[in-house]
Nanobody, 129 residues
Framework: QVQLVESGGGLVQVGGSLRLSCQAS????????MGWFRQAPGKERERVAC????????TYADPVMGRFTISRDNAKNTVYLQMNSLKPEDTGVYYC??????????????????????WGQGTQVTVSS
């Protein structure tokens, strides 16, 4: 059983930066692919970025590519999302998620919400224009 807690969200002006953290407990993250997903009001939850268990493989959604960076520190049992050049359309609740930890590969992974088993409570990110 994996428990995830996000932190680092808040209000930031357009063009600013935030770093989100996802702290895990109950289990180590060594075997888990991890992802960040977001949901804007009235819209479906969508991918932001995902990272394989080893940290070798990453996936970014097109709208955030080049602006966001996902990383992990398995020794600290923590996953991060560095967000730069923030835009108003980045506003939403950001969720950290972990898969079932049974991936065959340390590089390949799936970055869609439906394959992730454990979810944090979410942290609000608001980008003002």
């Amino acid at each position: 059983q994996v428990q995830l807690v996000e932190s680092g969200g808040g209000l930031v002006q357009v063009g600013g930066s935030l770093r989100l953290s996802c702290q895990a407990s109950g289990s180590t993250l060594d075997d888990h692919d991890m992802g960040w997903f977001r949901q804007a009001p009235g819209k479906e939850r969508e991918r932001v970025a995902c990272i394989s268990s080893s940290g070798i493989g990453t996936t970014y959604a097109d709208p955030v590519m080049g602006r966001f960076t996902i990383s992990r520190d398995n020794a600290k049992n923590t996953v991060y999302l560095q967000m730069n050049s923030l835009k108003p359309e980045d506003t939403g609740v950001y969720y950290c998620a972990a898969d079932n930890g049974r991936a065959y590969s340390s590089y390949y992974h799936i970055c869609t919400p439906g394959v992730y088993e454990y979810w944090g409570q979410g942290t609000q990110v608001t980008v003002s224009s």
